[in-house]
């Protein structure tokens, strides 16, 4: 895949994307033709190409309390991991390092840490507990600045963008950028932008 320059603003998603869509072309034109139009070619190589070209044509924008972020993958769509992401991922300018914040008051309940680039699962986190009983998880975190009880607020930094556990990047960059999920009080996923919208 074609790398997006990071000191570009893009006007449009189309923009951004166009690169990709016309490799993703590219690489469709490579793919073997049947001799006979009863035969089908065997494209679940192409799979996951074809996956995450369908999440950045669906890409949007996070509200700007993220700080400018972007969301790279949204609720409901599909990663190299998940057919069905229950969360958003979004990434904020800075790469690692760039400081992550809450969009719940609520309390602390766990803080993982000690988790590299390449461990299992979601590396270091942090959850936070809110007044109605939802869970927060906030992935893949360098380091985090709260401890477990501490009260926090809306707009509380709870820790800094990382690359920690499972995560990458199709374009070739550090794979950084946070995993922000929701379990409700049954411990269901429920959708995050009532809570990034509030």
Do not use: C
């Amino acid at each position: 895949m074609p790398d997006l320059p990071q000191n570009v603003t893009y006007k449009s998603l189309r923009g951004a994307i166009a690169p990709m869509i016309k490799t993703a072309q590219d690489i469709g034109r490579t793919l073997p033709q049947p001799k006979s139009r009863n035969k089908r070619v065997d494209i679940s190589g192409y799979r996951n190409l074809m996956n995450q070209m369908g999440n950045y044509r669906t890409a949007q924008s996070t509200p700007a309390m993220i700080g400018g972020a972007t969301e790279t993958t949204p609720y409901g769509g599909r990663t190299a991991y998940e057919s069905y992401h229950p969360g958003t991922d979004y990434v904020i300018p800075g790469n690692i390092g760039a400081p992550v914040k809450s969009f719940t008051p609520g309390t602390v309940e766990e803080v993982k840490t000690g988790q590299v680039k390449g461990s299992p699962g979601f590396g270091n986190y942090v959850t936070i507990r809110d007044q109605q009983g939802n869970l927060h998880r906030f992935s893949h975190l360098s380091n985090s600045w709260v401890e477990v009880g501490e009260q926090v607020q809306r707009g509380t930094p709870l820790g800094q963008q990382g690359n920690t556990g499972q995560t990458y990047s199709i374009f070739g960059g550090s794979g950084a950028h946070v995993d922000y999920r929701v379990k409700d009080i049954w411990n269901r996923y429920i959708s995050p932008y009532q809570f990034i919208n509030a």
